[in-house]
């Protein structure tokens, strides 16, 4: 038998991983977007649906050099998120010319880069 507490883990985990791929279907302006993958993506499907709703992610990462990895994954994850357009599931592309979408995520990736950057000079 499996303790209640790692049950519940296990659930946490498997939501943030179905939201992490509903965000990515978004992004990349995929033709399905898997929000019945869990309860979680279930509920926040009118969140991504209303353009008058907001979202606010909350991204924790480790100052511990041994997580650098785990912490690069989780930036890119929200630099993701950031690209996300409400309303009609289309990506930041979508919206604006793709020269200046390419422009709008190179520089979110050189600030991400330069945050890394930091992150590694004060570890090391």
Do not use: W
């Amino acid at each position: 038998s499996v303790p209640c507490t790692n049950v519940r883990t296990i659930k946490i985990s498997q939501g943030n991983i179905a939201l992490k791929r509903v965000v990515e279907s978004i992004a990349n302006d995929d033709s399905h977007v898997p929000f019945r993958d869990s309860k979680l993506t279930m509920l926040l499907h009118d969140s991504f649906e209303d353009d008058k709703s907001k979202i606010l992610m909350i991204l924790c990462v480790s100052p511990d050099p041994n997580e650098i990895y785990k912490t690069i994954s989780i930036l890119e994850y929200g630099a993701k998120s950031k690209c996300i357009v409400r309303g009609s599931h289309t990506p930041v592309k979508g919206k604006l010319g793709s020269e200046d979408a390419s422009s709008i995520l190179g520089s979110r990736l050189a600030a991400m880069d330069q945050l890394i950057s930091k992150l590694l000079i004060n570890l090391g």
